[in-house]
């Protein structure tokens, strides 16, 4: 299947797997376009509706029965399209507010936070989703599918839902005029417990960044 036929007329659009499809190339699209930097007000809000969309697709996934592949072994794909210039494009964009604090699994008790990157996040996400577009492209319905839920449940799912919480937060930080926390010299190359970052939480403030980012016009 290829490109031209991905959207072709005779697919019923209310067939699962066209359904996934649209929604996967949408946001491959979508980020592909921010990660140019044409518009870097708008980044934020957008990315913020993308992910959120892509979630919607991750949320059908999870709720549907196991997908079984056709074939025992996956077809040999190649090798995986480079996200380096994605990563590294999203990450001048997104600086200074690109690393977060996350909890990898919120049902392992006593688990301290740890520094993740808002560029890294996409573009792990990314690469989980062209895997699958590639089968999908290719004809094999069933082993994209297969494969995109196997991938949210054991990577991209998570992910991409940390990669929300983030974007959410940063939003809502703005729009309620809050102070955001001082993230120069939090990085991901190491952990980060809870005394470490209120250590480094400093008095940056929403505002510094909302206009840049396209949060809020500048005064």
């Known amino acids: 299947m290829s490109d031209a036929t ?4 005779n697919q019923d659009p209310d067939d699962f797997a066209v359904q996934i499809a649209d929604q996967v190339e949408s946001f491959l699209v979508a980020v592909m376009e921010v990660a140019k930097g044409d518009e870097p007000e ?28 056709e074939e025992r072994y996956e077809p040999d794909l190649g090798p995986e399209p480079d996200v380096d210039e994605l990563r590294e494009n999203l ?16 049902y392992e008790p006593r688990k301290a936070p740890v520094p993740a990157r808002i560029s890294d996040d996409i573009a792990d996400v990314i690469t989980d989703l062209r895997h ?17 839920q196997f991938s949210y449940f054991s990577n991209w799912g998570s992910t991409a ?26 990085d991901t190359d190491h952990g980060i417990g809870d005394e470490t970052l209120e250590f480094e939480a400093g008095r940056v403030m929403a505002e510094e960044i909302a206009g840049p980012l396209g949060l809020r016009k500048v005064k």
Do not use: C, K
């Open 161 to 186: 839902s940390a990669t929300l919480r983030a974007l959410q937060s940063l939003v809502a930080h703005v729009r309620l005029n809050q102070p955001l926390a001082e993230l120069d010299g939090l």
């Open 91 to 106: 990450a001048r964009l997104l600086d200074p507010v690109d690393v977060y604090s996350e909890v990898f699994d919120p």
């Open 42 to 69: 708008s980044a934020i809000p957008f990315l913020l509706l993308e992910v959120s969309q892509l979630m919607l697709a991750g949320g059908r996934l999870g709720a549907h029965e196991d997908i079984v592949p």
């Open 6 to 9: 991905l959207h072709a007329t």
């Open 132 to 148: 699958g577009m590639a089968h999908y492209r290719s004809g094999r319905t069933t082993e994209a599918l297969w494969w995109w």
